[in-house]
Nanobody
Framework: QVQLVESGGGLVQAGGSLRLSCATS????????MDWYRQAPGKQRELLAS???????NYADSVKDRFTISRENAKNTVDLQMNSLKPEDTAVYYC????????WGQGTQVTVSS
């Protein structure tokens, strides 16, 4: 069973920072590309960032230079450091992995006030 557990969301003022964390099993963490998505009300789910087992990363243009995805090997987590947050970053943020099927975490709410 694949479990992805997100944490770290919350309320922050514009310009502030938050760090999200996605915990999973060692096996899932070590051999799969992991992703962070978000979904704002009334909008489609959006891929934000991906990181391979070797540490290669990709970002959506909307978050490049503000968000950083990283792997924390000692904790089996994939983190998303979010800086310079904007009100338009308000959304539910999801951790994702595709292993044949797609698996999602339960989501964590991020709210950025203006």
């Amino acid at each position: 069973q694949v479990q992805l557990v997100e944490s770290g969301g919350g309320l922050v003022q514009a310009g502030g920072s938050l760090r999200l964390s996605c915990a999973t099993s060692r096996m899932i963490f070590s051999i799969n590309t992991m992703d962070w998505y978000r979904q704002a009300p009334g909008k489609q789910r959006e891929l934000l960032a991906s990181i391979t087992p070797g540490g290669n990363t990709n970002y959506a243009d909307s978050v490049k230079d503000r968000f950083t995805i990283s792997r924390e090997n000692a904790k089996n987590t994939v983190d998303l450091q979010m800086n310079s947050l904007k009100p338009e970053d308000t959304a539910v943020y999801y951790c994702h992995v595709k292993i044949g099927f797609e698996f999602w975490g339960q989501g964590t709410q991020v709210t950025v006030s203006s």
